[in-house]
Antibody
Framework: EVQLVESGGGLVQPGGSLRLSCAASGFTFNTYAMSWVRQAPGKGLEWVSDISGSGHTTYYADSVKGRFTVSRDNSKNTLYVQMNSLRAEDTAVYYC???????????????WGQGTLVTVSS | QSVLTQPPSVSGAPGQRVTISCTGSSSNIGSGYNVHWYQQLPGTAPKLLIYDHNNRPSGVPDRFSGSKSGTSASLAITGLQAEDEADYYCQSYDSRLSGSVFGGGTKLTVL
């Protein structure tokens, strides 16, 4: 069974940094692209970032470009996102999700992790 | 403002059929990119419902179906059940933004 478990969320001050992790199991991790999607409280879904199976190709939403960095450690079956210069509008539940292919374009997301809450506030 | 436009809410009585629309543009659905649908029950993570316009993952009832025409797509739910009450999101790829885009979500209420 495919499982994705996020961790690393919490309360951080504006301008601060946080690194989220997503531990994957139940599939051959390095053969699938992975994604981060977030959901602000009471709001809809927003795609954040994709990374290819090798980790060599990454994509970002304009709202996080230059501040967030997605990476993966295929030896540990773990996906990461380093979030810097955090703003109040980054407050959200962050989900990791598996893509159906090695590369990340034009993909769907299945399954999703349970999410981890990031709160940016002073 | 979401790139893909969905109605904020729809409703229907048990047993009825409802549809949820998803309107895009020439840089996403209109360019031939696939449309996918997700169901999010209260307090839970989204779950894939339909992929590539009209394909259902294993375990999703055939009461759920998808279609696409031009720059729009639709999700149809027949034989509405109380357990279908949830938020529904469409998703596609946008070539101008070089990334995935979601609709704003539609809250389905079963009367």
């Amino acid at each position: 069974e495919v499982q994705l478990v996020e961790s690393g969320g919490g309360l951080v001050q504006p301008g601060g940094s946080l690194r989220l992790s997503c531990a994957a199991s139940g599939f051959t991790f390095n053969t699938y692209a992975m994604s981060w999607v977030r959901q602000a409280p009471g709001k809809g879904l927003e795609w954040v970032s994709d990374i290819s199976g090798s980790g060599h190709t990454t994509y970002y939403a304009d709202s996080v470009k230059g501040r967030f960095t997605v990476s993966r450690d295929n030896s540990k079956n773990t996906l990461y996102v380093q979030m810097n210069s955090l703003r109040a509008e980054d407050t959200a539940v962050y989900y990791c999700a598996k893509c159906p292919n090695f590369d990340s374009s034009d993909n769907w997301f299945d399954p999703w992790g349970q999410g981890t809450l990031v709160t940016v506030s002073s | 403002q979401s790139v893909l436009t969905q109605p904020p809410s729809v409703s229907g009585a048990p047993g009825q059929r409802v549809t949820i629309s998803c309107t895009g543009s020439s840089s996403n659905i209109g360019s031939g990119y696939n449309v996918h649908w997700y169901q999010q029950l209260p307090g839970t993570a989204p779950k894939l419902l339909i992929y590539d316009h009209n394909n259902r993952p294993s375990g999703v009832p055939d009461r759920f179906s998808g279609s696409k025409s031009g720059t729009s797509a639709s999700l149809a739910i027949t034989g509405l059940q109380a357990e279908d009450e949830a938020d529904y999101y469409c998703q596609s790829y946008d070539s101008r933004l070089s990334g995935s885009v979601f609709g704003g979500g539609t809250k389905l209420t079963v009367l």
